[in-house]
């Protein structure tokens, strides 16, 4: 490794171990990581060549130095200015939209509840009793309960009456100091509410009271009492919650009944070791109310922490071949010391025998305690919320007296053994790569306080009808640019809506039957568009997973020099409309707009491939039959085309071709303007950065003949372009078909009398044929037709196809239209005259077919000598 990348990696250390050192828990941490710091800058020093960068990093170690004395003669730690910061996240800095506005106050409703945006902390009062002294508040409407809840249902009781009574909590609370107060370490636990994501975070939460943010979960409660740090009790049961979801922080209220059993089964959180503490099982309702009420029908423990904390959620699949564990360990684990990230994990679907012999419930979600690495083994210390959950029976257990010889080496047993955890039911150690192996979803939510900027962008999302996946013609997108290279976060968030609620309730009762009936979401990022909107998939810088999570994340290293293009993708999202937020999160400031067309002017013509108009590729001799429109440039301009099917199994394609606005009937390479390229499922693209000022053809075309389906054809220009249908080219016309001409071997022209009654406006249509199983009928015949009025050396050629030239065309050749009349008939007669190119041996079919507007008679085919 050169010097250079090895003072890169020892930056990044030393970076890590002063973020460190506001973050630490006690005196002693925060003075060891100044001091790693200062040592790994030290070193630095010794590597660095230029006098600039050594003095900096001169800078930088007085700059600790002096941070490890303070440190040492600080009578508290963290200090009481630093408890505060802790909790700090950029707040976005942009002034939203009037329909901004809109969109944030109808996210406001949900299950019949309003939940306005956060404005200000309540003023004390609003918790205070009311003058009679005797009634306490009750929310209007009294949350859902499951069947299976309902069964054991008992009513809803206030704290001393829930709490004090509960099966677990020994004798009647004695002061309401004891409701808001932990006396042991918390211990959460879930009973029948099928909660387990929530319980989870709440577990994961709460773990990081070692790690510097003790108040993360508490400091949402109101009344709160900010001398002790800790939520106190409100006087006339009211409480409020700030918790964020729908693109901001909102006030959710809720009074102090809980929900009480008539057996030993639990209807609410509870903590083991301290089973009358209140806020958990409040904080779980406010939760529950906001996703519709304890007939809670699933969902993941990212989504509910960033709706509890605000904490950044990102989902990593633990089965993707793309997954790096070395990677994933190193860069979770400090962060994880430093406090900056909470884990939370999730299972997949897993068989009844498989759950009994792994110890693992399917479509479940644990909380992660704690993270070592004892020797080579990186393990962690995993939490089942369930009460009497089933723990892990792998190679790695609890150390109990009969199995810590024989599962754990001595490394595992000095790092671990000590651990507070170590013996808490429901709680196991497992590896790395035990989790990647039995897991499907690591959960991340990252401390916003990481970023110094944030920009939120609040739209509403009309959901196509037409659903090509590929298609990017419809979503929302946004132009990126950042002030400097760095790192740049985008979250885009759905929107919860009750009908959601209502579809998982109706479809299934499994987690995973629920997501994916409530669809996907991901985020793609383009580099090379100029923060211009994009209208296929392709050429992605970032292709995000789709995710059937209300979140999803994209990461990026972006530089200040490209614009960036961000795509807010779906798939299967089953309401008609939804409201969503994008939210980017940097360390330097960012433009962020809505992306543009690039080309002002657009236009949508509608159209269909029917039974008689889808011809197919261009190798087809029915190609000319499909959809065709004509297309008036008035002047240079770039053109886009755009097409996009109902059907997003259809392959398709668009072309532009150079045939003066008329039907296109013999297409050639030259005649090629521009084409979307190979045939595509759903939807093409074709774009000419600048056409002449013409009139052009379009066509529009499926790979094979006879596949039917509608589309939608958007053009777009820098200037007004005119753009119509091209009428069929059977449009107006009778439809003549000759009797099969047959060339034998050794006759190259054939010719048949045309006659017509009155003034006929007519062309002539030639398609080769094949004669089964006739060696020479493999490959098509050079052709050319003509229309001729008179035989031998006085006859005068009035037309003839390809500027008499021969041709093997799939889709046939064609002689202009032509003004006949009856006194030409006369005149030596009119005669179609078919030719084939002299030199082939052996017989070939010609269908022929004349397109009039009048009645013709043809008559039989006879050999033609010239």
């Not at 499907?440 to 916003?448: D, G, I, M, T």
Request: charged share 20%; with cysteine; aromatic share 8%.
């Amino acid at each position: 490794m050169s010097s250079l990348h090895a003072a890169m990696g020892m930056e990044d250390d030393a970076q890590a171990a002063e973020s460190a050192v506001d973050k630490s828990s006690t005196k002693e941490e925060a003075l060891k990581a100044a001091i790693l710091a200062t040592e790994l800058y030290m070193k630095m020093i010794k590597l660095s060549h230029s006098d600039d960068e050594k003095a900096r990093l001169r800078g930088k170690c007085k700059q600790l130095l002096s941070r490890a004395e303070e440190i040492k003669q600080a009578k508290e730690w963290p200090p009481a200015a630093s408890k505060e910061v802790l909790l700090k996240a950029p707040v976005s800095g942009r002034e939203t939209s009037k329909r901004e506005d809109i969109i944030l106050l109808e996210g406001s409703k949900l299950h019949g509840f309003i939940f306005p945006p956060w404005t200000s902390d309540p003023d004390d009062s609003v918790f205070d009793e009311v003058s009679d002294g005797t009634s306490l508040y009750t929310d209007p409407m009294d949350l859902k309960l499951s069947d299976a809840q309902t069964e054991i249902f008992a009513g809803w009781g206030r704290p001393h009456e829930s709490l004090g009574q509960s099966p677990i909590a020994g004798s009647p609370v004695q002061s309401d100091e004891a409701l808001m107060d932990s006396a042991a370490e918390i211990d959460l636990v879930q009973d029948i509410t099928t909660d387990c994501s929530v319980v989870a975070s709440l577990c994961a939460g709460t773990a990081r009271a070692l790690k510097g943010h003790g108040q993360l979960l508490t400091s949402i409660i109101y009344p709160f009492d900010k001398s002790k740090g800790q939520p106190r009790i409100s006087k006339n049961g009211k409480y409020i919650f700030r918790l964020h979801f729908n693109g901001c922080y909102r006030k959710v209220t809720i009074d102090d009944r809980l929900p009480a059993s008539n057996t030993s089964r639990c209807l609410h959180v509870i903590d083991r070791n301290n089973p009358r503490l209140l806020w958990p099982p409040l904080l779980e309702k406010a939760y529950l109310k906001v996703r519709g009420g304890y007939d809670f029908p699933g969902s993941n423990s990212g989504t509910d922490l960033w709706v509890l904390t605000g904490w950044i959620p990102e989902q990593i699949f633990l089965q993707s071949d793309d997954l790096q564990q070395e990677m994933l360990w190193n860069r979770i684990l400090k962060s994880f010391g430093y406090g900056d990230v909470m884990l939370t994990l999730g299972t997949g679907r897993l068989a009844y025998k498989e759950e009994k012999e792994l110890g693992l419930a399917g479509e479940h979600d644990y909380a992660i305690l704690d993270m070592k690495e004892a020797g080579t083994q990186r393990l962690l210390l995993v939490k089942n919320p369930w009460c009497d959950g089933m723990i892990w029976k792998g190679k790695v257990l609890v150390p109990e007296p009969e199995s810590e010889e024989r599962t754990w080496t001595q490394d595992m047993r000095e790092a671990l053994s000590p651990n507070r955890f170590a013996t808490t039911p429901g709680t196991f150690w497992m590896t790395l790569e035990d989790i990647v192996q039995h897991f499907e979803s690591l959960y991340l939510n990252w401390n916003p306080g990481l970023f110094t900027y944030r920009q939120d962008h609040h739209f509403s999302w009309t959901i196509p009808a037409m659903k090509n996946h590929g298609s990017f013609i419809h979503n929302p997108q946004y132009a990126l640019k950042s002030s400097k290279t760095g790192t740049v976060w985008i979250l885009l968030s759905r929107h919860f809506a009750t009908s959601e609620h209502d579809i998982a309730q109706n479809i299934s009762t499994s987690s995973s039957g629920t997501s994916s009936a409530l669809g996907f979401i991901s985020l793609y990022v383009f580099s090379s568009t100029s923060g211009q909107r994009v209208y296929l998939s392709d050429d992605a810088l970032h292709r995000g997973a789709y995710v059937d999570s209300p979140q999803t994340l994209a990461r990026l290293e972006v530089s200040d020099s490209t614009t960036y293009t961000v795509v807010c993708a779906q798939q299967g999202l089953p309401l008609p409309k939804y409201s969503f937020t994008l939210a980017f999160f940097s360390r330097c400031p960012l433009a962020v707009t809505t992306a543009s067309s690039g080309l002002p002017h657009f236009t949508n013509h509608t159209g269909s491939w029917t039974s008689r108009t889808a011809g197919g590729n261009a190798s087809a001799a029915t190609y000319p039959l499909n959809p065709q429109f004509s297309i008036l440039v008035p002047a240079p301009t770039p053109v886009t085309l755009i097409l996009e099917t109902s059907d997003p199994e259809l392959a398709v394609h668009v072309k532009i071709v150079y045939s003066n606005g008329e039907r296109a009937t013999s297409i050639t390479s030259k005649d090629i303007l521009v084409s979307s390229g190979d045939y595509r499922r759903g939807c093409a693209l074709a774009s000419l950065p600048l056409a002449d000022k013409g009139k052009y053809t379009i066509v529009c075309s499926t790979f094979e003949a006879g596949q039917t389906g509608t589309f939608t054809l958007r053009v777009g220009s820098s200037i007004p372009c005119e753009v119509r249908p091209i009428l069929a080219e059977t449009a107006g016309r009778l439809s003549t078909q000759l009797p099969m001409l047959i060339f034998q071997d050794g006759v190259d022209r054939m010719l048949a009398p045309l006659t017509v009654q009155r003034l006929t406006r007519l062309r002539i249509v030639a398609r080769s044929g094949r004669i089964p199983h006739h060696p020479a009928s493999r490959s098509r015949p050079l052709l050319k037709v003509s229309l001729e009025n008179g035989q031998g050396p006085n006859k005068l050629i009035l037309d003839a196809s390809g500027n008499d030239g021969f041709s093997d065309a799939p889709m046939g050749i064609r002689s202009a239209d032509l003004d006949v009349s009856p006194s030409m008939c006369m005149q030596g007669g009119l005669w179609i005259v078919v030719e084939r190119l002299g030199g082939r041996n052996g017989m070939d079919e010609v269908d022929l077919e004349v397109l009039s507007d009048g009645a013709v008679r043809v008559g039989l085919w006879g050999v033609g000598h010239g």
